[in-house]
DNA sequence: AATCATCCCAACCGCGAAGTA
DNA sequence: TTACTTCGCGGTTGGGATGAT
């Protein structure tokens, strides 16, 4: 294929979609159903790749899409339980999401981590000149925030590092500020370590309303939340997920157990004066 | 009003698995 | 069995929108 897709390359257009070419691919799919994409092209329809017209299609033009829609909070939590299960099998983690797409849920979890990789980013400054000193509120609703945080320490980019084999893991011990091993948590994707050994001198309120919201019950065993049925059983299966590898069983354990809300009552926190 | 920072989203790319001749 | 093609997934990027300064 990329010996055929290379040969007439400057036959292929790129870029976004006219209403007249989703009109064809749309025809397409009435007519022979969501496959041959690559027949699109060959046919003389569309100056698409294949890969192009499918993903248009599984991405905008497939029926029932929440096109446009934010994530609710009942959906923010289940990408992030089921994250922090599958790991960041976002095709299989959109089938629990009706409506949703693989890519709508990697655009989800990626901004959140850039959100989060800024956010303890500054909580780092904060922390190195006072214990707390968030930048000023950018303006959006500002929380208290209840939930403990990190410190952070820089380390040298993994170029080999593999997210499968890391994890951040939730920090519910004894605050200290002694580092060691257990209090060194990885951020693969960011290419930092984060170290809880300051922690911020809110929140440590067990009667405050918002902390089990935040952090979860400190009993950990009991799920947050039960998590949904896949709103449709692929059929046929996706073929990725017609076998179970080993590296769907060990999966990613990314913010686990982190709620949905964790980073906007961090982030607002941040902010705020 | 201009500028900047951040968010959000669409679309591309590379890779690997599955299908097919 | 093998080589080639097709499909699907995950990572990444670029640009528009939005809000703050």
Redesign the pocket.
Known sequence: ????EATKKED??????KAEEDEVLINHVKRYG??????IR?KGLLQ?????C???W???LRPNLK?????SAEEEKTVIDLQSQ?????????TYLPGRT???V???W???L??LA?ILHNSSDASSSSCFNP??????NVKPIQCQSFGLVEEETRASSS?STSKILPYSSPISDQVDDEALIRSP?LGIKLEHHQPFTFGTDLDDPFFYDILGPADSSEPLFCLPQPFFE?S?A??????V?KDDEESDVFLHDFPADMFDQV?DQTRSP
């Open positions: 294929m990329k010996k055929m292929i257009k790129k870029g976004p979609w969501p496959r041959d994409w690559s027949s060959s698409r790749t294949g890969k192009s499918r993903l248009r599984v991405n905008k096109n446009g829609c934010k994530f599958f790991g960041n099998k976002w095709a299989r983690i959109a693989d890519n709508d990697k655009n989800f990626s901004s959140r850039k959100r800024r930048k000023p509120n950018k303006g959006k997210s994707e692929p046929p996706p073929r990725r997920f017609r076998h590898s982030d």
